[in-house]
Nanobody, 120 residues
Framework: VQLQASGGGLVQAGGSLRLSCAAS????????MGWFRQAPGKEREFVGG???????AYADSVRGRFTISRDGGKNTMYLRMDSLKPEDTAVYYC???????????????WGQGTLVTVSS
């Protein structure tokens, strides 16, 4: 599976941004996918994930502000981020694996990351 993340950029606090993760190399319907992020000097952390049926789970820090969705016709997963905060600043990675999990090691495939910077 090849993953390509895009959509990062600079946004003011309170603003919105949508990230995309395009998947190829395997039937998209069979892929469970997740989003992680890594801020400078910190470990990579779980943001959320979406299973094959479209049910999503979120970290407490983003629940209610972020929304994950997937489009089978475009083989793409999205991360809609609203009410962004400076602490959301990080490199965001998409990943694919067998189950939705908050653990980095549960995912077999990773995209290259896209930088999101939220200014105060």
């Amino acid at each position: 599976v090849q993953l390509q993340a895009s959509g990062g950029g600079l946004v003011q606090a309170g603003g919105s941004l949508r990230l995309s993760c395009a998947a190829s190399g395997r039937t998209f319907r069979s892929i469970v996918m997740g989003w992680f992020r890594q801020a400078p000097g910190k470990e990579r952390e779980f943001v959320g994930g979406i299973n094959r049926s479209g049910s999503a789970a979120y970290a407490d820090s983003v629940r209610g502000r972020f929304t994950i969705s997937r489009d089978g016709g475009k083989n793409t997963m999205y991360l809609r981020m609203d009410s962004l905060k400076p602490e959301d600043t990080a490199v965001y990675y998409c990943a694919a694996g067998p189950v939705v999990s908050g653990t980095v090691t549960a995912y077999d495939y990773w995209g290259q990351g896209t930088l999101v910077t939220v200014s105060s």
